[in-house]
């Protein structure tokens, strides 16, 4: 592994349906965090964790949870997914000793129907 | 509240100079950053800047101005492969980023 990995690529989904998207880096970073991406909009952060075993609620938090049990991994779920959680999830993390700058994962687009 | 503006879209000409500009409001500022973000892949990191100022890397510059809250992107000589989205964040007083939408740059031969 190098750098962030994220699964999957890409999924449709039947609403109702629970969903974990996974989250693995490799570069000991603190602080990850998930995104979603959405057409016209900005990078809206989810939810975020500073260090392991802690995590924060961002802008968009409904409907989402979170975990950190360990430094390397962040998985996301959406516990009974709805049409507008369809959207590109992008995990990031960045460490305060490599001043602050966010590394992002390649994403994960879901369809949710 | 929070909010970071900057234009939806520019058009540029290949070998040419383009300015994307952004101003910012947060609670706290700890810094701006600069991403790249090519179609359908993640961004990627150009710049951060804290203190006023110029920062050159290249073909890229980065300007900022804290008292305006106020900062640029300069791209000389354009290439091709600069069509990309361009997007500005600012780091508020908890060092989470507050992201701009995206400058979509299209360049023209």
Redesign the interface.
């Known amino acids: 592994i190098a750098g962030i990995t994220q699964a999957p690529t890409s999924q449709i989904l039947a609403a109702g349906r629970r969903m974990t998207l996974r989250c693995t880096q490799d570069m000991r970073h603190n602080a990850m965090y998930w995104y979603r991406q959405d057409l016209g909009l900005g990078l809206r952060l989810i939810h975020y964790s500073n260090t392991a075993g802690t995590t924060g609620k961002g802008e968009v938090p409904d409907g989402y949870s979170v975990s950190r049990a360990n430094t390397d991994d962040f998985p996301l779920t959406l516990a009974s997914a709805v049409p507008s959680q369809t959207s590109v999830y992008f995990c990031a993390s960045s460490d305060s000793r490599e001043g602050n700058e966010q590394f992002f994962g390649p994403g994960t687009r879901l369809t949710v129907l | 509240g929070q909010n ?1 503006d900057q234009p939806t879209e520019m058009t540029a000409t290949e070998g040419a100079i383009v300015q994307i500009n952004c101003t910012y409001q947060t609670s706290g500022f ?2 701006l ?1 600069w991403y790249q973000q090519h179609a359908g ?5 150009l710049s ?1 800047n804290v203190l006023d100022g110029l920062e050159e890397k290249g073909r890229f510059s980065s300007f900022l101005s804290r008292s305006k809250g106020y900062s640029y992107l300069l791209l000389k000589e354009l290439q091709m492969k600069d069509s990309a989205s361009y ?1 500005c ?1 600012a ?1 508020d007083s908890n ?3 507050i ?4 400058t979509k740059l299209i360049i023209k031969p």
């Not at chain 2, 892949?41 to 990191?45: I, L, M, N, V």
């Not at chain 2, 992201?99 to 995206?102: E, L, M, T, V």
Request: hydrophobic fraction near 50%; proline fraction near 5%; charge should be negative.
């Open positions: 970071i700890n810094g950053f892949e993640a961004p990627t990191f951060y997007l964040a780091a060092y989470q980023l992201w701009g939408a995206g």
